[in-house]
């Protein structure tokens, strides 16, 4: 290109990291790099969000959490919102709670202030760790931010809760929710469902169900199916066989 004078730009320069990147060759990419400063070209999030994901393609978790704090420490390129959800998504669903929190209050350090979206994804990851201490401190630090749960929030605390079998705390929540005008979809019930069945507690749960539909909420296979699994356990396989007539009326 530069010897047809065809001047590079940062678009081209991306394309060709992404490449390298879909390739599985991000350390590739990372030579690209130096075109930009003998070019003048600044760099921009873009670029360096599209070698963290091809970093973390490549199973390099450590390399990728080690850009990052380089990218923030050393002031190459400020991160935004896509590059911090980015990482912290990835870092959630491979297990590491500990380094998404610390993403979190990196973020908090930055111009960029965490909301919602990120403080779920930490309550989320701290509730499959079965860490609920941590997760309901991080809901009452959203609260004193003025930033209120959501949907999302509480249906990761519910469905850490019942996995304890913590139903108190279940009940005391769903109150919550309601006092907060945050109606339970068809996902929280299934988990609250799934949860008592799993307990034994399946008249209990079925409850719960009558009251779903009461409020217009409608059960899913997925819910049908945990209470006939729940009687079918306790080997009540007239009851069982209700539901599933129920079911496919």
Known sequence: MQILGIPIDGFILISVINSYCLMHHAHFGF??????????????????????RGIFAENKVKDAVQ???????????????????????????????????????????GSIM???????????????????????????????????????????????LCKLGLWEKVKTLFSEMVNLNIYPDVCTFTTMIDGL????????AEEIMKHMVEKGVEPNTITYNAIIDGYCLRGQVDRARRIFDIMID
């Open 197 to 204: 069945c799993k307990e034994g507690k399946v008249k209990d």
């Open 67 to 109: 850009l990052f704090k380089k990218l923030v420490r050393d002031k190459i390129c400020e991160p935004d919102e896509f590059m911090y959800a980015t990482v912290m998504n990835v870092l959630s669903k491979r297990g590491h709670t500990q380094k998404t929190l610390s993403m979190l209050r990196l973020m908090g350090q």
């Open 31 to 52: 030579s690209v790099l130096p075109i930009y400063l003998k070019n003048d070209i600044p760099f921009h999030t873009v670029t360096f969000n599209t070698l963290l």
């Open 114 to 160: 965490p909301d919602i979206y990120f403080y779920n994804i930490v309550i989320d990851s701290l509730c499959k760790d079965r860490n609920l201490d941590g997760a309901i401190n991080l809901l009452n630090e959203m609260k004193q931010k003025g930033i209120p749960p959501d949907i999302v929030t509480c249906g990761s605390l519910i469905d850490g």
